[in-house]
């Protein structure tokens, strides 16, 4: 497939869930995957609808990097000269990173490209150097230098992608919705299976669990009524249908083996503790998950060290796939885990 020449930026350890993404929605050609970004030739509107990605830009210029030394910095301005504007911008805007040591700082460098840019565009620029973010409508540009090459971006969308519009009431420890999106794919319900969340907070494994497939039946508990009060305002305001309601994920009232699915980052007593029956004993959680699963169900959970996996183990969860991330300065595991046969 030819088309634009895009990168999807991800949460560290996701980009093979990018690819996976982009390869099972067809969008376009992987050329290359490499640290927290997956580069593709494809449609740059259908790339705006990647899930698991946090971000995707459309590659606008490439120079050769330009070294290490400030009085290089004006050879930025000719990655200017290939940027095309977005429709209905109101302004310019640069994010930039490079690798190795510079006598210049990111600010430098996003100066030099913004103000070609906004003479390029006739449009204001918005300087990231006080800290204060640019105006709404403002187009999100990203330059690169990677040691062999600086890179000129603009982004597809309007936003970054992992900011999601049903996303309106958030709760503490509330999931990014691109990892909570990359468990649902891990996960891959199936039309008309049962998907649960037990400690499901505002919502978003659920919802993202929704989007990839809109024929599943979707269910989900928390001990919080506040949490099940953001889970519902963001449920409608994604139109996806949930069946939410209080309870306790270590006595869900729920037959065995009736879920196919279970999705969920649980309280592991980080920035939520476990309350209820959980409290003390969050290894009751994986009794439960293996109590509820039918016997070819998968549970897909975000676990903050490997530890926990030997609990899960012991309660007759086997890990089938083990995923380290890296989200806001944390490093948990998404854990794919299939029951156990049956002891005789
Ligand atoms: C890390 S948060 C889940 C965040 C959620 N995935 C989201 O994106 O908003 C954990 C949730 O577990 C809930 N919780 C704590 N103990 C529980 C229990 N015993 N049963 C059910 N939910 C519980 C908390 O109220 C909290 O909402």
């Known amino acids: 497939m030819t088309g634009a020449r895009l990168v999807a930026r991800c949460v560290s350890g996701l980009e093979t869930v990018v690819t996976r993404e982009v390869l099972r929605e067809q969008l376009g050609t992987i050329s290359h995957i490499g640290h927290r970004e997956v580069r593709f030739s494809g449609s740059e509107s259908a790339a705006a609808g990647l899930r698991t990605a946090d971000d995707v830009f459309q590659v606008t210029g490439r120079i050769p990097d330009i070294g290490h030394t400030r009085d290089s910095l004006p050879e930025l301005a000719r990655l200017a000269a290939g940027a095309r504007l977005r429709e209905g911008a109101a302004g310019v805007e640069v994010s930039a990173s490079f690798l190795g040591r510079r006598n210049f700082n990111r600010y430098d460098a996003e100066d030099v490209v913004g103000r070609a840019l906004s003479d390029r565009l006739g449009l204001p620029y918005h300087s990231r150097r006080a800290g204060t973010a640019p105006p709404p409508g403002y187009a999100g540009w990203r330059l690169t230098m990677d040691g062999q090459e600086a890179t000129l971006m603009a982004r597809v969308a309007g936003r970054p992608l992992h900011r999601r519009d049903y996303k309106r009431h958030a709760i503490p420890g509330t999931l990014h919705p691109p990892v909570a999106a990359a468990m649902a794919l891990l996960a891959e319900p199936g039309p008309g299976q049962q998907v649960l969340d037990p400690c499901c907070g505002a919502g978003t494994v659920l919802i993202e669990a929704g989007r990839l497939q809109p024929q599943a039946r979707l269910r989900g508990y928390d001990l919080d009524p506040g949490a099940l009060a953001a889970a519902r305002a963001n449920a409608a305001a994604s139109g996806t249908p949930v069946a939410f309601g209080r309870g306790d994920a270590a006595r869900l009232p729920l037959p065995d083996r009736s879920v196919d699915r279970v999705l969920t980052n649980p309280p592991w007593g980080g920035q939520v503790p476990p309350g209820g029956r959980l409290s003390g004993t969050p290894g009751r959680l994986w009794a439960e998950i293996r109590r509820v699963l039918r016997p070819d169900g998968r549970a897909v959970v975000l676990i903050p060290d490997t530890a926990a996996l030997a609990s899960a183990i012991g309660h ?29």
């Open 316 to 344: 007759g969860l086997l890990p089938a796939h083990v995923q380290h991330v890296s989200l806001s300065g944390a490093h948990p595991h998404i854990v794919l885990l299939t029951p156990a046969p049956d002891r005789l």
